[in-house]
């Protein structure tokens, strides 16, 4: 695909990761982290796995398992020797499990919140992952969690949903959307 199509790049070493994992084979892995830096590893390659347009390579190493952009990936060495699979390993599972890690890191921050019962919908359409869904409180509003990157983001999704939705914490986030309603009332009263 060229370029403006819409669609990220191939990645370059993603074919010879792929068969890779195919045939079983470690690998001697060049790899630049997120600061530019360039390392070398040998990497027993376990699964390769798409989360939107990006390709990672979910592998076992000397530290346990670990993941890595394909896009990032140097150069491709197969070693010849085989690869080791962690007893019982399952690529799904392994890869859920990473994903959700993933998404944790980028929205550290969870507001607790209560929300009307009929509107759940509308929460799940506006924060997808970000949304867990607990039990009845005792007025019968849902206790909800919603994960952001901080609390003045947070607070200015949340600040649409006051109709629905009860902050009960942070007190960061409740200070923030009173601060939001302040000037709401002060710009359109």
């Not at 690869?83 to 890191?105: K, N, T």
């Not at 509107?119 to 005792?138: D, H, P, Q, S, T």
């Amino acid at each position: 695909m060229g370029v403006g199509s819409g669609r990220a790049p191939a990645a370059p070493f993603l074919d010879q990761l792929q068969d890779a994992v195919i045939r079983g084979v470690q690998v001697r892995l060049g790899y630049v982290d997120r600061e530019g830096a360039e390392t070398g590893r040998t990497v027993h390659p376990l699964g390769v796995v798409a989360k939107g347009p990006s390709w990672y390579l979910v592998s076992h190493t000397e530290a346990g398992r670990r993941t890595f952009r394909v896009d990032r990936v140097s150069s491709v060495d197969p070693t010849g020797e085989p690869v080791h699979r962690p007893e019982g390993f399952d690529l799904a599972e392994s890869w859920r499990a990473i994903a959700d890690e993933v998404d944790r890191g980028r929205t550290p921050l969870e507001a607790r919140a209560l929300c009307t019962p009929g509107e759940l919908g509308v929460l799940r359409i506006a924060f997808g992952g970000r949304l867990e869904v607990g039990g009845a409180a005792a007025d019968g509003r849902i206790e909800v969690v919603v994960r952001g990157h901080d609390e003045h983001l947070l607070a200015g999704e949340l600040a649409a949903l006051v109709d629905w939705v009860e902050v009960t914490g942070p007190a960061g986030v409740r200070d923030r959307l009173a601060s939001i309603g302040s000037a709401l009332v002060g710009r359109y009263a």
